[in-house]
């Protein structure tokens, strides 16, 4: 039989754990205090992108099914289909396939320059939260470097004169207490550093994702066609209806 644990064992365990992080951060006095604060921070930023930077709510995989269809789409005359599913599917990349597609340009390049700017517009809503990141990065490590080296002056200003066993054993229980701040800064900055760089990559691989599908979606609606498989309502659109004009100047 397998001995488990006693409940009473695992309290008291848990309670000197307590205990010895409770010592470990009040040794490090007000710059402690405030590298918890800082580490608060990036957990709450680090939670926030997990959640915004999901693929679904960038870009779901049925608008992408969709878009890499967009050809078909236009063909069949079942552009109203997309845009109610763009409408539907709420994202960052149905918003700019929207602007693409009912902006009513006047030929591929001003509807280009309109959708990178809406593209650019929806790339900086979603780089919210790293700059904090940024931030967090940088003065983790320096919080800590201030708490141990103010520290280390109180340790060395309540020197007397002479210093005996017992007072080297003073300095260096005051030290290592005055580098707790430093390794608090360190452990806050490392995995807050490791975080940045994963949500910066993923939003460059989104990004380029994005693109590559509007990209097609501009190149199926400036196709030039004949005018009866478009339906009316959008044969009215300037982008649609000079798209054969666009693509011969082209």
């Known amino acids: 039989m397998p ?9 008291i365990e848990f309670s000197s754990s307590v205990d010895a992080v409770w010592a470990f951060l009040s040794d490090g006095g007000f710059f402690m205090l405030l590298l ?4 608060l921070l990036s957990v709450a930023v680090i939670l926030y992108k997990v959640v915004t930077l999901l693929a679904e709510n960038i870009a779901p995989a049925k608008v ?6 967009a050809d078909e789409y236009v063909s069949s005359g079942e552009l109203p289909e997309l845009i109610d ?4 599917k709420k994202s960052p990349l149905s918003r700019i396939a929207l602007t693409t597609i009912t902006g009513g340009y006047s030929g591929r390049a001003e509807a280009t ?16 939260g790293i700059a904090p990141l940024e931030v967090v990065i940088t003065i983790a490590p320096l919080l800590g470097l201030l708490g141990t080296v103010s520290g280390l002056v109180a340790v060395f200003s309540n020197l ?12 260096a229980r005051g030290i290592a207490e005055a580098l707790n701040t430093t390794i608090a800064g ?5 995995p807050t550093v490791v975080a940045h760089s994963y949500f910066t990559k993923k939003l460059e691989r989104m990004a380029i994702r994005m693109e590559s599908l509007t990209n097609g979606l501009l190149a199926a609606l400036c196709k030039p066609r004949s005018p009866e498989v478009l339906d009316s309502v959008f044969a009215e659109q300037s982008l649609l209806s000079s798209s054969s004009h666009v693509n011969q100047q082209s």
């Open 36 to 39: 918890v604060a800082v580490s």
């Open 85 to 88: 599913l763009l409408r539907k």
């Open 64 to 69: 992408q099914k969709a878009l890499t269809k």
């Open 3 to 11: 001995a488990f644990p006693n409940v009473a064992d695992l309290a």
């Open 113 to 128: 320059t309109a959708t990178e700017a809406k593209a650019r517009e929806e790339i900086v809503d979603l780089e919210r």
């Open 186 to 190: 360190l452990a806050i900055a490392v």
């Open 160 to 171: 007397d004169g002479g210093v005996g066993v017992g007072g080297r054993a003073e300095v």
